[in-house]
């Protein structure tokens, strides 16, 4: 496990960097995806999983929303990486959206996928230095103010 500003990277996942998502491959050509340390700290503490009704074992097209994450500040989607097929969503996630904060790389994962072609995202150095080259510029916090990005652990969060 790779620490950077407190953000943790897991090897031997894929990273799409810029929509902080992570995909484990598993020998079937299947992955599993979830958001990363980062995204998770960027975003808060996640209210609300929701999946669309009509994907779950049905062919989607590159870029569709497979899930839509809720925090009080923030809603985005999971989206697919490339065409493929939805083989199970983390259902667990409806009743216990913050397993996302709490476990991002284990129980916090969010959909299993059949990609139609293998993903093109980064894997371990390349990953961590483009993590590294991102969390090395200061942002606009909520205070306005420039800010350097640290990951927060909320193990102190309600309970799950």
């Known amino acids: 496990m790779v620490s950077v500003k407190n953000c943790l990277l897991p090897e031997g996942l894929l990273y799409d960097v810029d929509n902080d998502v992570w995909a484990k491959e598993f020998l079937d050509g299947s992955i599993k995806m979830g958001i990363t340390d980062v995204g998770q700290t960027a975003v808060g ?5 929701s999946f669309p009704k009509s994907n779950q074992d049905r062919k989607v ?5 497979l899930a ?9 989607p999971i989206r697919s990486p490339e065409a493929g097929i939805v083989l199970a969503r983390n259902e ?5 959206p913050l397993l996302v904060n709490l476990e991002p ?11 139609d ?6 894997r371990e150095e ?4 483009a993590y590294k080259k991102r969390l090395s510029r200061t942002f606009r916090s909520v205070a306005g103010v420039n800010d350097d990005f640290w990951c927060i652990h909320c193990n102190d ?3 799950v």
Request: hydrophobic letters at 45%; proline letters at 6%.
């Open 45 to 49: 503490k996640i209210r609300y999983v």
């Open 61 to 65: 097209q590159p870029n569709k929303s």
């Open 68 to 76: 839509l994450l809720e925090s009080a500040k923030w809603v985005g």
């Open 92 to 96: 667990e996630l409806l009743e216990h």
């Open 105 to 115: 790389y284990g129980k916090g994962w969010v959909i299993h996928f059949m990609p």
């Open 117 to 122: 072609k293998p993903l093109n995202w980064l």
């Open 126 to 129: 390349a990953a961590i230095e």
């Open 157 to 159: 969060w309600d309970e």
